[in-house]
Nanobody
Framework: QVQLVESGGGLVQPGGSLRLSCAASGSIFSIWSMAWYRQAPGKQRELVAN???????NYADSVKGRFTISRDNAKKTVYLQMNSLKPEDTAVYYC?????????WGQGTQVTVSS
């Protein structure tokens, strides 16, 4: 029905960049709000960024100024551009959308920031 498929994770040095992608299938993507979450080992899952159907964005304080969330409605894809990466950004990153009354999650993609 609704499926989110993530890609783009990997190993990067501090100060480097990665771009995560989340491709959605199913219903009308253009009216969905989308979000990125992350979860580090031993930590709770936290909201990183979200974007409304109209393009309004919000960011966690820890990533503000470094990460950018965007969407391409024609491709049914949401992106997370991550710049100036820090070791504390290391986590599994998840794509998320809420289509009331259900929540949908991607499978997660690992981001590791290390020298």
């Amino acid at each position: 029905q609704v499926q989110l498929v993530e890609s783009g994770g990997g190993l990067v040095q501090p100060g480097g960049s990665l771009r995560l992608s989340c491709a959605a299938s199913g219903s009308i993507f253009s009216i969905w709000s989308m979000a990125w979450y992350r979860q580090a080992p031993g930590k709770q899952r936290e909201l990183v960024a979200n974007i409304s159907s109209g393009g309004t964005t919000n960011y966690a304080d820890s990533v503000k100024g470094r990460f950018t969330i965007s969407r391409d409605n024609a491709k049914k894809t949401v992106y997370l551009q991550m710049n100036s990466l820090k070791p504390e950004d290391t986590a599994v990153y998840y794509c998320f959308t809420r289509r009331v009354p259900y929540d949908y999650w991607g499978q997660g993609t690992q981001v590791t920031v290390s020298s």
